[in-house]
């Protein structure tokens, strides 16, 4: 694909690439440094803190946003609350965004992203639930039958939540009556 060069790329779901550290998120950004135009789609574009954005943004604008480096990114838009604590308690850090650098964060974000809410763009009818009952076949009222003894049987031996298989029997049984 990077022999290829394209001139547009479109990442859906550009959230999967989010960890700076991922084969995927790296490779990406190399496919990304050729093409003249690329977007990026996402419904949830933060899934857990605001670090989410530092390697999108890296695929999509090459660094000009949030720069081309993670923990420079993260040193000038968050703080670490374990910074002071001792050694042993402060590895990995707790790290929570500046609030003094959120307007900058939101003016970096919509140069180049527009956001959609669900109410600005369906126009859908109202949900309609129906329930439509199917008859089984006879292997598949056969098969039902012996799950269904087997989960009472698991039930009637008091077997744990823990136990892989009860969960495993369970959950079959609980699908086939869907």
């Not at 604590?85 to 650098?101: L, N, T, Y």
Request: hydrophobic share 40%.
């Amino acid at each position: 694909l990077v022999e290829w060069q394209p001139d547009i790329i479109v990442m859906d779901e550009i959230h999967y690439i989010k960890s700076y550290k991922s084969a995927r998120a790296k490779n990406v950004t190399k496919l990304c440094k050729t093409a003249k135009y690329k977007y990026g789609l996402s419904g949830t574009i933060i899934l857990n803190t605001e670090m989410d954005l530092f390697q999108p943004f890296l695929a999509l604008d090459g660094g000009k946003r949030f720069g081309t480096n993670f923990f420079k990114f993260r040193l000038r838009f968050f703080y670490d609350k374990k910074a002071h604590a001792p050694q042993a308690v402060r590895f990995g850090g707790d790290w929570h965004v500046k609030q003094s650098m959120l307007p900058v964060m939101h003016k970096n974000i919509y140069e180049i992203a527009s956001r959609v809410k669900k109410d600005e763009c369906l126009d859908l009818p109202p949900l309609i639930e129906k329930t439509h009952y199917v008859k089984l076949g006879k292997e598949q009222q056969r098969i039902y039958n012996d799950m269904k003894k087997q989960y009472i049987a698991l039930l009637d031996e008091n077997a744990t939540i823990g136990d892989d298989a009860a969960v495993v029997n369970r959950l079959k049984y609980r699908q086939s009556t869907l």
